[in-house]
């Protein structure tokens, strides 16, 4: 069925665009006349991918982007307008190509009669499930704004603490990729043009410099063939990270480091927390807020700890029984939870324990942070001054002999 852009104006306001399948032009000026709207133009829509496609595939929807809508959406439900209309006007104020094109698909299916939370569903890679979970218990219970702020909160923390740790790492990485760059333009483009000086001295070279000659060499012939096994090396590590087995082992040694792995953890216990209080508060059932839960986790390992508790739980043990037994879920975790059982007050307990632990996390970047730099400067020093000096010596040698 073909679908029209229309413009319309309902009273001295301005007006609104919007999208509309029907057979023709003139069903949709019936059914916009039926709604109580004036229509001011009504044209074939050809769609922003048409116009666009290159640019529409490039851009993708940030966590920011997400949290704007939802935050910009809890604002205009709160002043009481209507959802349809709602995300009619967020349609026209987002920038984001993607995100304007996601927004006008909720609206039309909004239109049509669905749900918000089913509407959000046919976007799984930006609305997980946590989110259509909570907005159907607040349209359930008629507070779809209090679901929506929730949201927003628990968007904007998880926002701040990815953006704390990577801050944190952008210098360790910018110091990497300068270094490992300049060794590899030392060792395959400057120094091979001194061995052809070196070949003329008719001496013996000291071994320091045999070995970077050689390595110089070879860089300097076969560069082209390095990048390319490097690069068939990180494709082949990607592929195996993103198969089920490989994405799980791992995870599992990533927490078993000295310094990543807590931070890893403490990560993800903040974010288990966080999650969990967040769906406990919007009363949705324990059973599902573990499902959930799990899912919205990174580390595969805690994740199945997870699934491993909500087995349990269907089973009659309390949470905090369950977490007992996992083996990555630190004492704290376990008996704040067990109080917030005793205490019925889980969501407000695991809440206060998410707090926390954001604030373990960013003292562990920090310190982790702290560690990398001067073993990284460190690193890199010794290798380009050893590359350095073992390419120098020859010549001091020449200079004695000289003398």
């Known amino acids: 069925m073909p679908q029209f852009e229309y413009k319309v104006k309902k009273g001295p306001g301005d007006a609104t665009t919007g999208v509309m399948e029907a057979e023709s032009q003139r069903a949709v000026v019936s059914q916009l006349r039926d709604m109580g709207f004036f229509p001011i133009s009504v044209e074939e829509y050809t769609g922003p991918e048409k116009k666009d496609f290159l640019k529409q595939a490039?851009?993708?929807?940030?966590?920011?982007?997400?949290?704007?809508?939802?935050?910009?959406?809890?604002?205009?439900?709160?002043?009481?307008?209507?959802?349809?209309?709602?995300?009619?006007?967020?349609?026209?104020?987002?920038?984001?190509?993607?995100?304007?094109?996601?927004?006008?698909?909720?609206?039309?299916?909004?239109?049509?009669?669905?749900?918000?939370?089913?509407?959000?569903?046919?976007?799984?890679?930006?609305?997980?499930?946590?989110?259509?979970?909570?907005?159907?218990?607040?349209?359930?219970?008629?507070?779809?704004?209090?679901?929506?702020?929730?949201?927003?909160?628990?968007?904007?923390?998880?926002?701040?603490?990815?953006?704390?740790?990577?801050?944190?790492?952008?210098?360790?990485?910018?110091?990497?990729?300068?270094?490992?760059?300049?060794?590899?333009?030392?060792v395959s483009f400057v120094f091979p043009k001194f061995i052809v000086i070196f070949e003329d001295f008719g001496s013996s070279l000291p071994l320091p410099t045999i070995i970077v000659m050689a390595v110089c060499e070879f860089m300097g012939r076969f560069w082209w063939a390095v990048l390319a096994a490097i690069g068939g090396i990180a494709y082949s590590f990607m592929r195996y990270v993103r198969s089920k087995g490989g994405r799980e082992r791992l995870d599992k040694q990533w927490l078993r480091f000295p310094v990543i792995g807590g931070v890893i953890q403490r990560y993800e216990m903040a974010k288990f927390a966080r999650t969990l209080g967040t769906l406990f508060?919007?009363?949705?059932?324990?059973?599902?807020?573990?499902?959930?839960?799990?899912?919205?986790?990174?580390?595969?390992?805690?994740?199945?700890?997870?699934?491993?508790?909500?087995?349990?739980?269907?089973?009659?043990?309390?949470?905090?029984?369950?977490?007992?037994?996992?083996?990555?879920?630190?004492?704290?975790?376990?008996?704040?939870?067990?109080?917030?059982?005793?205490?019925?007050?889980?969501?407000?307990?695991?809440?206060?324990?998410?707090?926390?632990?954001?604030?373990?996390?960013?003292?562990?970047?920090?310190?982790?942070?702290?560690?990398?730099?001067p073993i990284m400067i460190v690193v890199m020093g010794i290798v380009i001054g050893g590359l350095v000096i073992a390419m120098l010596l020859p010549m001091l040698t020449l200079s004695a002999q000289i003398r």
């Open 58 to 186: 490039l851009v993708r929807v940030k966590l920011k982007d997400r949290n704007v809508f939802f935050r910009q959406l809890a604002n205009l439900i709160e002043s009481g307008m209507p959802i349809l209309r709602a995300l009619s006007t967020l349609r026209e104020q987002t920038i984001n190509p993607k995100m304007k094109e996601i927004i006008e698909e909720l609206r039309d299916s909004v239109q049509k009669g669905s749900d918000f939370a089913e509407s959000l569903e046919k976007h799984p890679k930006v609305f997980p499930p946590m989110y259509t979970n909570l907005v159907r218990a607040g349209e359930t219970g008629g507070s779809l704004e209090d679901a929506l702020w929730r949201l927003v909160a628990f968007g904007e923390q998880d926002e701040e603490l990815r953006g704390k740790a990577f801050a944190a790492m952008v210098y360790p990485i910018f110091l990497f990729v300068i270094g490992t760059s300049a060794i590899f333009i030392l």
């Open 281 to 373: 508060d919007n009363g949705v059932p324990v059973l599902n807020a573990l499902r959930i839960t799990a899912d919205t986790l990174s580390n595969t390992a805690i994740a199945d700890e997870v699934r491993y508790v909500q087995s349990r739980v269907t089973e009659g043990e309390s949470i905090s029984d369950g977490l007992n037994n996992c083996q990555h879920f630190p004492p704290l975790v376990v008996n704040m939870i067990a109080i917030g059982e005793e205490t019925g007050r889980l969501g407000s307990v695991t809440k206060r324990v998410a707090d926390a632990y954001d604030m373990e996390v960013d003292r562990a970047v920090k310190s982790m942070t702290a560690l990398l730099e």
